[in-house]
T-cell receptor
Framework: DAGVTQSPTHLIKTRGQQVTLRCSPK?????VSWYQQALGQGPQFIFQ???????QRGNFPDRFSGHQFPNYSSELNVNALLLGDSALYLC????????????FGPGTRLTVL | RKEVEQDPGPFNVPEGATVAFNCTYS??????FFWYRQDCRKEPKLLMS?????NEDGRFTAQLNRASQYISLLIRDSKLSDSATYLC????????????WGLGTSLAVNP
């Protein structure tokens, strides 16, 4: 039973560029949430996808967008990268109708130079 | 006031010690509570859910106090491998169901 997978594991970009991060949820899960975790901070909720729609969103600008595919996998897109976007981006999967427990992928470490 | 607050530590304890972490939350409508563990440069992993009646898993005990709006985590007989950051997480149910995370409490267990 595969857990949550994310790609790539590491990424280096420059200011102004665009990036796409990918996530495959745990088998059987239908909901994907994305978090940003800066060094020394707790994860900050970006948004959550269910049934290919954004269900709720945290306090992040429109530069952050996402998508969920019919197979429940998801992408996080960030446009016009800023230095402050450097962080660990975590994907978590869950079952909407189930418990609140979320399972995390290993994350993608994004460095913006 | 932050929605979820934790003492960032670090807590430095010797092996075998008992250590307790507290976490306060501001929204009385919160319905689910969790402790996650995060090792350096790794993803958070669920340690335990926190139930109203309190729950225990081996050396770990979690308690919830709704009246005072805090949860606690007690670790007995600390092991070197317990060294990590412990994150308190609160879920607000309903239409805005999402996880709110504390900043984490850093624990270092020393030989």
């Amino acid at each position: 039973d595969a857990g949550v997978t994310q790609s790539p594991t590491h990424l280096i970009k420059t200011r102004g560029q665009q990036v796409t991060l990918r996530c495959s949820p745990k088998s059987g899960h239908d909901t994907v949430s994305w978090y940003q975790q800066a060094l020394g901070q707790g994860p900050q909720f970006i948004f959550q996808y269910y049934e290919e729609e954004e269900r709720q969103r945290g306090n992040f600008p429109d530069r952050f967008s996402g998508h969920q595919f019919p197979n429940y996998s998801s992408e996080l897109n960030v446009n016009a990268l800023l230095l402050g976007d450097s962080a660990l981006y975590l994907c978590a999967s869950s079952l909407l109708a189930g418990s609140d427990t979320q399972y995390f992928g290993p994350g993608t470490r994004l460095t913006v130079l | 006031r932050k929605e979820v607050e934790q003492d960032p530590g670090p807590f430095n304890v010797p092996e075998g010690a008992t250590v307790a972490f507290n976490c306060t939350y501001s929204n009385s409508a919160s319905q689910s509570f969790f402790w996650y563990r995060q090792d350096c440069r790794k993803e958070p992993k669920l340690l335990m859910s926190v139930y109203s009646s309190g729950n225990e898993d081996g050396r770990f005990t979690a308690q919830l106090n709704r009246a005072s709006q805090y949860i606690s985590l007690l670790i007995r007989d600390s092991k070197l491998s317990d060294s990590a950051t412990y994150l308190c997480v609160v879920n607000y149910a309903g239409n805005n169901r999402k996880l709110i995370w504390g900043l984490g409490t850093s624990l270092a267990v020393n030989p």
